[in-house]
């Protein structure tokens, strides 16, 4: 009787283990498009404003004095879509997007630059601050390529984009929302305080 209950209680605390587990590696929520499906990492997409009137979709422009790399900006036109992306997840989970997650983001367009059209953070000496711009390496998870991952993160009933990668595990890295820059009418992609409220549609 006494290994019958031994045997009960080592099943009941395996089962509540393995529960436990399953909770802890959830993976997160996916990403859902304007129709609520959702985003796939093979697909194209749309990032938009959920707040119209101040300009439409993102794509990439030359500012300041430099060429190239293209900086990643918000077209000036309300009416324009601005350029299709993909996205690229660090750890793939059947082809799906999920919220707060490192990925990739790439445009798909080709430019005048050499450079890639893969999202990464730089640093602008002569303005003191840090945009999004273009000439990313796309994969290849660790310290060289730190500055190329963002994640979608939900925000209140849409979603907004944020640079705090956890792909080096000793690298120290700012965490910020990503927000709109003003820079002599062109609204720059930065970290900012204030997160650019997006909303994502199928190209």
Do not use: H
């Amino acid at each position: 009787m006494k290994t019958n209950f031994l045997l009960l209680s080592s099943l009941a605390v395996a089962l509540l283990a393995n529960a436990w587990l399953g909770a802890a590696v959830a993976a997160p929520n996916p990403v859902l498009d304007i129709t609520g499906k959702k985003l796939q990492t093979d697909v194209e997409y749309y990032i938009l404003p959920v707040f119209r009137g101040r300009g439409g979709g993102l794509t990439l422009a030359s500012t300041g004095n430099k060429t190239c790399p293209l900086d990643v900006v918000q077209d000036r036109l309300e009416v324009n879509n601005g350029l299709p992306l993909t996205f690229s997840p660090v750890n793939l989970t059947k082809g799906v997007v999920r919220e707060s997650t490192d990925l990739n983001i790439k445009f798909s367009a080709a430019t005048i630059c050499v450079q890639s059209t893969v999202w990464k953070l730089d640093y602008d000496e002569s303005l003191r601050q840090y945009f999004v711009t273009s000439g990313g390496v796309e994969g290849n998870p660790g310290r060289e390529t730190i500055s190329n991952w963002f994640k979608i993160e939900k925000y209140e009933d849409d979603y907004k984009l944020v640079f705090c990668p956890t792909v080096c595990d000793y690298c120290r890295v700012i965490c910020r929302d990503i927000g709109i820059y003003n820079q002599k009418g062109v609204g720059r992609l930065a970290p900012s305080d204030v997160p650019f409220k997006v909303m994502l549609k199928g190209a």
